[in-house]
């Protein structure tokens, strides 16, 4: 698999659970659970907060197979990186990296 086989797309509700888990599993792991569903789910919507999933190929993003995903927090002159996974069978692929410079992106917007 490439980097380009990877769809990174905007976060929808039904991605809360499978970014929730990721950040229990591969973030907060042995800390506590602080990022559940519902808070995810929170963060999608706050206007001010930015939720990016990577999907592995088309299909996988209509049925939304989430690899990694980021949430950012943007003020009025700052931007706060809150959430950043993926998982490791999609390591060092560059998809960290694609969720990163899509987040930067929409910071300079």
Known sequence: M????ITI???E???A???AQM???FIESGLGWKYDAARVLR???DRDTLAVVACEGAKAAAKGVVAGFAIMEFGDERAHLVLLAVRPSHRRLGIGQRLLDWL???ARV
């Open 2 to 5: 490439t980097s380009r086989a």
């Open 9 to 11: 797309r905007p976060a």
């Open 13 to 15: 509700p039904r991605d």
């Open 17 to 19: 659970q499978a970014i």
């Open 23 to 25: 950040s229990r599993d």
């Open 43 to 45: 963060a999608m919507r």
């Open 104 to 106: 930067l992106e929409s």
